[in-house]
């Protein structure tokens, strides 16, 4: 069966970065519907990075089952690709990477996780925030280098996460923390994020794009699910009309 893999991407890996392959079939963010209307095309593999969510509803677990259940692979990352990975893997649904794997082994369980605020996509998903995923995989790495001790990496973790998820970048963090007596560390820390900043959303999707690469030179045979699909109004409603979309992104 010839690959033809089609990706639900945003922020997580804006145009520039996408690499340039014939099989695979970029698309925005995903939106309630939209994996159920892709399946239709009947493609080899379905990719979700990035979708839509809050005013807009996000993509259903009920269109992910039928689509696989039709024979087709369905992969998640990174962002709500991983957290519907999480919930679906039991059922065949593959999950790519170390955010999808800490919100399957529980580590991870609020949406806010990976929720960012972005700009449209005609400018290529420019971020606004940043997402809490991303920050505690940069404050690991910062304690690994000896830039700061796993007690402050803690308080600014701590602080990222009361945050809304709108409002959540570093300089709201460093700002906070500075309210008490501001220890050398966090000025070290500013500095040392300009080229230290690790985009663990980037990384992991770029790991679901190799794995769907190997996939595909391996090749691809229809999936065979251990479900029986049944058809009710939410699978119906999931292939309505589609809705206006809104820049919050997870």
Same mark, same amino acid.
Request: hydrophobic share 45%; with cysteine.
């Given at each position: ?9 945003? @922020?997580?890996?804006? !145009? ?5 392959? @014939? ?11 939209? =994996? ?6 009947? !493609? ?6 990035? &979708?839509?969510? /809050?005013?807009? @509803?996000? =993509? ?15 992969? &998640? ?9 999480? /919930? ?5 649904? =593959?999950?790519?990477g170390r955010?999808? /794997? ?18 449209? /996509?005609q400018l290529?998903?420019?971020?606004? #925030? ?7 995989? #940069? ?41 008490? !007596? ?12 300009? #080229? ?8 992991? #999707? ?12 391996? &090749? ?20 309505? !009309? ?9």
């Amino acid at each position: 069966m010839p690959m033809n893999a089609v990706i639900f991407a945003g @922020p997580s890996l804006p !145009p520039a970065y996408r690499p340039s392959d @014939p099989a695979l079939e970029w698309c925005p963010p995903v939106r309630q519907g939209e =994996v159920y209307k892709a399946a239709l095309a009947r !493609p080899a593999i379905i990719g979700i990075i990035d &979708g839509y969510f /809050e005013v807009t @509803p996000t =993509v259903w677990h009920k269109e992910i089952l039928w689509a696989m259940a039709q024979g087709i692979h369905v992969y &998640g990352a990174a962002s709500i690709g991983a957290l519907r990975a999480a /919930e679906l893997h039991s059922f065949g649904m =593959v999950g790519i990477g170390r955010i999808f /794997e800490a919100y399957r082994d529980g580590i991870l369980e609020d949406d806010d996780e990976v929720a960012v605020l972005h700009g449209p /996509e005609q400018l290529g998903y420019p971020a606004v #925030t940043d997402a809490m995923v991303n920050i505690r995989a #940069t404050l690991d790495k910062a304690v690994g280098a000896g830039v700061l001790d796993r007690s402050l990496a803690g308080r600014l973790t701590r602080i990222g996460k009361t945050l809304f998820y709108k409002e959540r970048n570093w300089d709201a963090i460093l700002r906070l923390a500075a309210r008490d !007596p501001p220890p050398v560390a966090l000025d070290h820390l500013a500095a040392w994020l300009s #080229t230290g900043q690790i985009d663990q959303k980037r990384i992991d #999707t770029l790991a679901m794009i190799a794995a769907i690469r190997r996939h595909g030179i391996a &090749g691809v045979f229809p999936l065979k699910v251990c479900y029986h699909f049944h058809a009710t109004g939410y699978h119906r409603a999931a292939a309505g !009309p589609a809705h206006l979309r809104h820049q919050e992104d997870f």
